[in-house]
């Protein structure tokens, strides 16, 4: 019996978890520096929660969830995204006596049933962040601004972000209708699902894939027809704050996204490198979601970068580089003291990496393994390698409490006292 991953999921190694982990640290350190805290909420919750918010008739909801019953029979669901949970654990916590805004970022596991194909998983990772209680474009600004700085340190120069404005309420129900009076004529040129859609909520045809139903869709009404004058001005003074701060933006009047709780602000970020599957982010303005779910009346925007895909098409590896020791005992009757020297540098440095060459099988094996970690990058460490440092432990060394330290790129070699590594301040 072979055991496998199972279909559609995926394990990270490193590097490649490595670079993950990078990644949610640079998210970490700018969404924390625009006020954010991280949020964890359960991978399980209650199937309802997602009926509810997502939408019934969205394709999630209708054909992607992990929906089973637990042992007493409750549904659950594994989470398909993670607004949902967020706004649920507000309203637990007791959201309308917390001081606003409330700033929250988080990073995570997904499950959607989809069929698996390049950039497309059943589990896969979101980096998110949700921004509640301002209802001015204002808010939506900052939120792109900092998704924008996000994407720079990742070292992407040329995104730009599609926009787009979506009516809510009335206004959706008059713009669904006006999609159903112009396609309902070629209903019997549409597929299946795409029929249903047109059946139970016509605007979800703009999520469809097939070729056909996009044609009928072309000359379509738009959203933008469909706006009060609150959410028109709220999209002019967005578009005016977006120029001020240079964030490059497109307007697609048909984008309108495959969830049910966006209202106003709806955006995305595609990448051509990333084939039919393109999108690389998504999000929007939820202002009826909190109270939808039973919390009180709250604006609130925010987005979800598939974390997959980004580093599919992320520019360079945003591991930060750094340099590693590497301790290369002469045999093994040097085993004892290299480790040893290893502490010792660890305790001089608490930040340094320090790789002990265990098998103790001499300099020459030692060195070439040195050489593969400097030449490859692909070691199991959390950066970059820029440098290897081979400190090469003999008899002679140990007899004498010296290191020889080579630098492999540089080829420079010196000789320190162990001594000179002393017990630095973190240990
Ligand atoms: P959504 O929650 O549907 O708005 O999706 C937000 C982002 O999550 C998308 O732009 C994708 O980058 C990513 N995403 C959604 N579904 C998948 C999937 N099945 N596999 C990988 N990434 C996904």
Redesign the pocket.
Known sequence: MKYRAVK?TRDLLPPESERFAAAEGIAREVFSSYGYGEVRTPVLEATELFARSVGETTD?VHKEMYTFPDRKGRSLTMR??N?AGVVRALIEKGLQDMPRPIRLWYCGE?F?Y?Q?QK????E???I?AELLGIPGPEADAELLLMLFDFLRRLGFADLSVTLNCVPSRDGRQRFAEAVRAHVSPQADRLGTDDRRRLEENPLRLFDSKDAQTRGILEGAPTSPEFLDDSARAHYERLKQLLSIMKIPFTENPSLV???DYYTVTVF??VSRGLGA?D?????GRYDNLIGDLGGPDMPAIG????????LDVAPADPRPLREVFFVVPFSKEQLAYALEVARRIRRHDPAAVVDTDLSGRGFKKGFARAAQVLEDSSGPYPFRVSEVRVISLGPEEEARGTLKIKALSTRVEESVNLSSFERGPGR
Do not use: C, S
């Open positions: 559609g999630i398909p995204e607004t997904q959607r989809e698996p950039g497309r998983y059943r896969f990772r979101q998110g996204r495959g969830l995305e970020v599957q999108a690389v982010l998504g999000g987005f979800a970068i598939g974390e997959d895909r980004l």
